[in-house]
């Protein structure tokens, strides 16, 4: 599905796109959620599969960002502070997996980081 090469700022997915030009300088590469504890061997909630795709996005990063373009990361986290959003998902999960899940994504650990 990836270009087997580093992309340019011209790009061309076999079925995807027939036009792929675009302005590096009028562009943002959105990176989610790609960190240690969803792409980390061994991780929290480990997706090996993923990181079949780090690769491909640090060559579409390396590309965009020396032709202009802008990059933002979007990071899941846990905060003791913010409205708890994900209560249904907590009512779910044992104890001990909710504060595993609340320490994994919390900022500052080691499985929060990109």
């Given amino acids: 599905m990836f270009p087997p090469k580093?992309?340019?700022?011209s790009l061309r997915c076999e079925g995807l796109m027939t036009?792929?030009?675009f302005d590096p300088a009028h562009t943002t590469h959105a990176v989610v959620d790609l960190q240690v504890v969803f792409m980390g061997?061994?991780?929290?909630?480990?997706?090996?599969?993923?990181?079949?795709?780090?690769?491909?996005?640090?060559?579409v990063l390396q590309?965009?960002?020396?032709?202009?373009g802008?990059?933002?990361?979007v990071q899941s986290k846990f905060d003791a502070d913010e409205p708890h959003?994900?209560?249904?998902?907590?009512?779910?999960?044992?104890?001990?997996?909710?504060?595993r899940?609340?320490?994994?994504?919390?900022?500052?650990?080691e499985q929060h980081a990109l």
């Fill in 6 to 9: 580093p992309p340019t700022a």
């Fill in 19 to 21: 036009r792929s030009s």
């Fill in 41 to 59: 061997e061994g991780s929290l909630l480990e997706v090996p599969i993923g990181r079949g795709i780090v690769v491909h996005v640090n060559g």
């Fill in 63 to 68: 590309a965009l960002r020396s032709a202009g």
């Fill in 70 to 73: 802008t990059i933002a990361y």
């Fill in 85 to 99: 959003r994900w209560g249904p998902h907590y009512d779910r999960m044992a104890p001990d997996a909710v504060q």
């Fill in 101 to 109: 899940i609340q320490t994994a994504f919390s900022v500052g650990k």
